[in-house]
């Protein structure tokens, strides 16, 4: 069946250093991709996504490319800032289960000042 | 506008008792979903309508789980006889329609003593 595997946390780095979260998906067909974002106390929003090979998402700073040949989707920020500490989720969407979204077990990211 | 709401917030239940958790969908929002979250994991489908039609309600784990939407609007979650296995975040999510973006609530934390 579809799944997704992500980087264990927990992620812990300095304001202002780089951010790589691995993500690498299983599915039949050409599923869509999302980075979900879960801050303290809060719900889940969506952070970015990406519906076909070569997409590139992006919001607030963070990137994310549809890699179809390594099945990848890697979430990335050139710089974090202390507001970006939260618990991350890789996910997808795929025509076989195209009414649920199937999520990664999430990584906490804690970024020190 | 406003966003998914859910109640209780939190619900703490002694085994055996039943509970319902309730969720207001965005309005309009047709496509309505119930995730499971258990603590350190990554949200699990549980049930999906569409209007008051739950078109798939594959991740329900047991039959003392059942959900329903009956005016196509509110959807109530119900779990009978609960077990501390139950004990969890529970989502709600809506979209306008399936394969659109799903908005997620703050969710209802269970705790089963």
């Known amino acids: 069946g579809d799944s997704v595997t992500q980087m264990e946390g927990p992620v812990t780095l300095s304001e202002e250093a780089f951010l790589t979260i691995n993500c690498t998906y299983t599915?039949?067909?050409?599923?869509?991709l999302f980075w979900y974002v879960q801050y303290p106390g809060e719900g889940l929003q969506l952070l970015l996504k990406a519906t076909k090979a070569d997409d590139k998402g992006s919001n607030k700073g963070f990137e994310a490319t549809y890699r179809k040949e390594t099945t990848s989707f890697h979430l990335e920020k050139g710089s974090v800032q202390v507001s970006d500490s939260a618990v991350y989720f890789c996910?997808?969407?795929?025509?076989?289960?195209?009414?649920?979204?199937?999520f990664g077990s999430g990584t906490r990211l804690s970024i020190r000042p | 506008g406003a966003g998914v709401s859910q109640s209780p917030r939190y619900k703490v239940a002694k085994r055996g008792q039943d509970v319902a958790l309730r969720c207001d969908p965005i309005s309009g929002h047709v496509s309505l979903f119930w995730y499971q979250q258990a603590l350190g994991q990554g949200p699990e489908f549980l049930t999906y309508?569409?209007?008051?039609?739950?078109?798939?309600k594959s991740g329900l784990p047991s039959d003392r789980f059942f959900a329903e939407r009956p005016e196509g609007s509110v959807s109530t979650l119900k779990i009978q006889r609960t077990q501390q296995e139950d004990s969890a975040v529970y989502l709600c999510?809506?979209?306008?329609?399936?394969?659109?973006?799903?908005?997620f609530g703050p969710g209802t934390r269970l705790l089963v003593l």
């Open positions: 309508f569409q209007n008051e039609a739950q078109l798939d």
């Open positions: 599915a039949t067909g050409y599923p869509s």
């Open positions: 996910a997808l969407s795929s025509y076989s289960s195209a009414s649920k979204i199937i």
């Open positions: 999510a809506s979209s306008l329609a399936l394969k659109e973006t799903q908005y």
